[in-house]
């Protein structure tokens, strides 16, 4: 089987930095991926890592280690439309395992 | 515009009664899935598709069909709906072995 764990909730100020962890319990792991969901919206991709280390887009960066089963999301130049969930996501892998399994979320709270 | 349609958007039904919710994408993709969305418990892969005619079970298949025909659709069943089945559901596709899926728009279950 797999799991995620997510913090349910996090709040940060605008223009600050935020993190959101992500550690995973997975078979046939082939890199996690995250995704921004605003209330009532469809989940949107943001980022992936396939090999560990950093991977910058814009203001945002993910994060991941293999080694310690973790990642995370790295939010920068807070604005007040961050606010959102956030889900960490292990992808459908070429080969063998296609499932995908998302962790439950983490909302994000921007305050001025 | 590349996108992801489902149909209809909200429903409201009673229990037994047999509904259908449809979802098309037109970029090709061959990755095609269903997930649920419950507070607290986030998305929870109900069926996914690798291509035609090949499909599989997600983590919560039960009381759930789906069919793949054509590349570009992928319909959810609900045989005989119950009131559990009251959800958030999301169709979604992607590049099989690729870390991005791309969601439609969400369609509102509640069954009474």
């Known amino acids: 089987g797999q799991s995620l764990e997510q913090p349910s909730e996090v709040t940060a100020v605008e223009g600050a930095i935020v993190q959101i962890n992500c550690t995973y319990q997975t078979s046939g792991f082939y890199g996690l991926s995250w995704y921004q969901q605003h209330d009532g919206g469809a989940p949107t991709f943001l980022s992936y890592n396939g090999l560990d280390g950093l991977e910058e887009t814009g203001r945002f960066s993910s994060f991941l280690s293999r080694s310690d089963s973790y990642g995370y999301l790295l939010l920068q130049e807070l604005q007040m439309k961050d606010s959102a969930s956030y889900f960490c996501a292990v992808p459908p892998g070429s080969g063998g395992y296609q499932k995908v399994t998302f962790g439950t979320g983490t909302k994000l709270q921007v305050i001025p | 515009e590349a996108q992801v349609t489902q149909n209809p958007r909200y429903l409201i039904t009673v229990t037994g009664k047999k509904l259908t919710v449809t979802c098309s994408q037109n970029?090709?993709?061959?990755?095609m899935s269903w997930y649920r969305q419950d507070p607290g418990l986030g998305l929870r892969q109900i069926y996914y598709?690798?291509?035609?005619?090949?499909?599989d079970k997600g983590d919560v298949p039960e009381g759930y069909k789906v069919s793949r025909k054509e590349k570009r659709n992928f319909p959810l069943i609900l045989e005989s709906p119950s009131p559990n089945q009251t959800s958030l559901y999301f169709c979604?596709?992607?590049?099989?072995?690729?870390?991005?899926?791309?969601f439609g728009p969400g369609t509102r279950l509640l069954v009474l």
């Open positions: 970029m090709n993709h061959e990755y």
């Open positions: 979604a596709s992607g590049i099989q072995g690729g870390e991005t899926q791309y």
């Open positions: 598709s690798m291509n035609v005619e090949v499909t």
